[in-house]
Structures are given as C-alpha cells and as structure tokens.
C-alpha cells in the first residue's frame, strides 16, 4: 500500500485530524465513543480517491478537498456503525463493534451523529458536491434493501451482486472521485473519466473484500472470516461456487439457512475454498481493474495518475 500512498500521506493524516476536530460533543460519553471509534485506522480509500482525483486533474484546492474528503469518510464511518448493528457484527479492524461495546442504542445515537457532523463539515461547500455525496448516500441505502432480497437465497446472480455492490460500495468511491475532480474544475470528459475509472475500483475492491471473508487471515482484516456466510450475504465467491456440479448442492443447502453452526460456517469456507471460486473472483477484480485504468488517459502523467493506478491495484489484490 505504502507506495501509491506516499503522494497523499500527509492529506490523509489532515483528513485525520480534520475528523479529530470536527467529531467533538460536550456529552463525555458521546466523545468517548467518537474517540473509540476513529481511533481504529481504516484504509481511507474514499478520500485518497477524493484527494488523488483532484490533484490528477490538476486541482490545488488542499483545505476545501480536505474537508469533502473529511466528509466522505465520516460518512462512511456513520455507515460502517449501523451496519455492524444490522449484521450483528462482534469485530470491527481488530476490536470490539461499537454496538458491543456500548449498547445498540447509543451506537445508533453515535452513528447519527457522525452523519450529521459529516454533511455540517461540506455545508459550506459548492452544491453540487453536496448533491454528489447526498447521490452517493441514497445508492448506498437503496442497495442495503436489495441485498437484504436476495439474503439466504441461492437464486441470486452474478448480475444482482453487481448491482448491489455497485450502490453500496462502488458509488460513493465514484462521488469521491467526481466530487475531487469538479473541484479542480475537471471539465466534463476528465470528470467522466476519472469517475467511471473510481467506479470500477470500488467494485474491484469489494469483490477482493467478499474474498477476504473466505480467506482472509483476522489477525490482518480485523474481522473473523466466514461472517458474510454466517448473514447470508450473497457475495460473488459464494455465488460462483453454488454453481459448482460437486460442491454447490451443499453449499446452496447451508446458506438458505437462517441460522448456521460454526461448524457448518467452517464446512461451507472449505467447500468453497476448493471449488475455484476465490481465484476466478480474483481474476475479475483484477480484469476490472486493468479494463479501467485507460479510462485514465485523459488525463496527464503525474505522480497522482501513477498513485490512482497504484490505488486499483491495491484494491483488487489487497490482503486485508
């Protein structure tokens, strides 16, 4: 990762301290939360993208890129706690879920007001980068009901997954990038291009995330793999290997279930483990990847280009 990172180290550490500061309540254990919560480093892909957008498209806006790409993440932060509440989740990079550390009610407290704070910090900004992060904010709602449909249903496709992964992951990385090039005054075709390119990463990254959930390690996801399965999430390793003629059957007859064992979690990872399903996810987040950085052609060499490069592969190959 370090690599595609160095260009934007310290933008990120200013994302850091700019959430530091905005997330701030006079109720001690609302901020104890906040403190909680932000202080288990994520990967920041959402305003890398923001701030690689801008500065490839020859943007030098850093305080006001800075502060949308603040807003983005904390935004994902608010998401991240009410998802762990809807999935039931115990372990969020590394450490307890918020809900299990401080009850489900204060972290749906917390996550509102995550989300409030967020929009308040790009209040001041242009309307459309409100109107991109508001756009963003409804696909990602939109797909969390489509995913629920298709939960514990072994009829779903390859072509539901993408449209569900599509809202809930790849559209707000798309605003990210939309959001960082129209503030660098883009234009439409370098606008264009550098969102569809961000598009395209955010479905390549989270088919490589569905893949960690088979075989990832705990110890670098900071989660326990197996929990998709465990929710009845229809994740695209899962999906290919219900196809398999040997495995499929049973694998199908597990994740219908509403409530599977340990057991059967750990039978259903192994099954699908060898039917080839994790390599042939792997191929296409790396395809995705690799058909989308000429999307980037438009735009001149930089060591921003090169790090948005960097960044899609990072994302279609990462390891946690």
């Known amino acids: 990762m370090d690599e595609w990172y160095a260009p934007i180290r310290d933008d990120l550490n200013e994302v850091d301290r700019n959430i530091t500061g905005v997330l701030r309540s006079e109720r001690p254990e609302l901020q104890e939360m906040c403190d909680y919560l932000i202080s288990s480093n994520g990967k920041k892909i959402r305003p890398a993208m923001c701030v690689l957008a801008h500065y490839a498209c020859g943007g030098s806006k850093k305080d006001e890129v800075h502060r949308i790409a603040s807003s983005f993440e904390m935004i994902h932060l608010a998401t991240l706690v009410h998802d762990d509440i809807n999935d039931r989740s115990e372990i969020r990079r590394g450490r307890r879920t918020v809900h299990r550390e401080y009850t489900v009610t204060k972290a749906i407290i917390l996550g509102d007001f995550i989300f409030a704070m967020g929009f308040r910090l790009v209040g001041s900004a242009d309307k459309m980068i409100v109107d991109i992060m508001v756009d963003a904010s409804t696909a990602m709602a939109e797909s ?82 197996g929990i998709d399965i465990v929710e009845g999430k229809p994740t695209l390793p899962v999906i290919y290997a219900m196809s398999d003629p040997s495995a499929g059957p049973r694998i199908k007859e597990i994740f219908r279930k509403s409530t599977i064992s340990d057991d059967e979690m750990r039978e259903a990872i192994n099954l699908i483990k060898g039917t080839g399903s994790v390599e042939k996810c792997l191929a296409k987040a790396r395809t995705i990847v690799e058909n989308a950085i000429p999307k980037l052609s438009c735009l001149e060499d930089s060591e921003y280009k090169r790090s948005l490069i960097g960044l899609a592969r990072y994302a279609a190959g990462r390891d946690r």
């Open 144 to 225: 969390e009901f489509i995913q629920k449909e298709f939960e514990h249903t072994p009829a779903v496709t390859e072509e539901d997954y993408m449209r569900i992964i599509k809202g809930k992951t790849a559209m707000p990385i798309f605003a990210c990038a939309r959001a960082g090039a129209y503030l660098a005054a883009a234009g439409i075709e370098r606008t264009k291009a550098v969102s569809d390119f961000a598009l395209d990463v955010g479905l390549a990254f989270q088919i490589a995330d569905d893949v960690l959930d088979i075989v990832g390690d705990h110890r670098s996801t900071g989660k326990n793999v």
